[in-house]
């Protein structure tokens, strides 16, 4: 199991949340964007800059991922491309999808982008605060305890 990270759009402080929790769980997490990034000096994590264009990041992470793998996007299509290939997919916010919301969650985005693009609806979702920030650390403490078992080193919270 691995995490792939959709970067150019995660927040520095997930970012931050991932960072720490690699190198304490010791899982391959690896960023990828079409824009260089730094990460820390670690064996357990990595950057992969793609060319820029629509969805080429999101394209890449797809053809990467194997089952099991867990991907940290907000972006919806991605999400659903990733539950589709038996992947689990968790955003900034600490909300995991799911094969059970993919669908509605795709449909609320369409309608979204429809009301935005008829000046219906301006803006989009409020900055992330304190308590996404512990929704995202917690849910992904939850996800790698399941997943790595208490029996791999360093399995203290991320």
Known sequence: ???????DACPLVI???LFRAAERRQ???TLIANQMLRTPASKYI???QV???FDVADNRIVLELAVGDLVITADIPLAAEVIAK???ALNPRGEFYSPDNIRERLAMRDL????RSSGTVSGGPPPLGQ???MAFANQLDRFLQRTLGAARPGTAGA
């Open 112 to 115: 979204m982008e429809t009301l």
């Open 131 to 133: 308590a996404e920030r």
């Open 86 to 88: 038996g992947g689990h």
């Open 27 to 29: 899982v391959r997490t």
């Open 46 to 48: 990595r950057a992969l």
């Open 1 to 7: 199991m691995q995490i792939w990270v959709d970067a």
């Open 51 to 53: 060319p820029q264009g």
């Open 15 to 17: 970012k931050e949340i």
